[in-house]
Nanobody
Framework: QVQLVESGGGSVQAVGSLRLSCAAS????????MGWFRQAPGKGGERVAA????????YVAASVKGRATISQDNAKNTLYLQMNSLKPEDTAMYYC?????????????????WGQGTQVTVSS
């Protein structure tokens, strides 16, 4: 059973930085892609960033472009999301997810496994 455990969230003031981590375990074989999603109170889910684990191709949402970097350490089975210049509108629960198959990179519905989330709160 694949397990994803996020960490690194917390409370930070605007323009601060956080690095979120997602430790994966239980893989029979590595997922094809992984991503970060977030959901703010009263709002729908939002795709933040994604990466193809084999080729390193990445996607970053326009709302965080220039402020967020997704990366992976395959040796540690860990996914990262470095977020800089944080804004109050970045406040949300951040979820890590992993998926298999070639077409689900940007579609949250195609991800097979999800973590429990880590809360990020940005104050002005």
């Amino acid at each position: 059973q694949v397990q994803l455990v996020e960490s690194g969230g917390g409370s930070v003031q605007a323009v601060g930085s956080l690095r979120l981590s997602c430790a994966a375990s239980g893989y029979t074989y590595r997922s094809d892609y992984m991503g970060w999603f977030r959901q703010a109170p009263g709002k729908g889910g939002e795709r933040v960033a994604a990466i193809y684990t084999g080729g390193g191709i990445t996607y970053v949402a326009a709302s965080v472009k220039g402020r967020a970097t997704i990366s992976q350490d395959n040796a540690k089975n860990t996914l990262y999301l470095q977020m800089n210049s944080l804004k109050p509108e970045d406040t949300a629960m951040y979820y890590c997810a992993a998926g298999y198959g070639g077409s689900g990179f940007l579609d949250p519905g195609k991800y097979n496994y999800w973590g429990q989330g880590t809360q990020v709160t940005v104050s002005s």
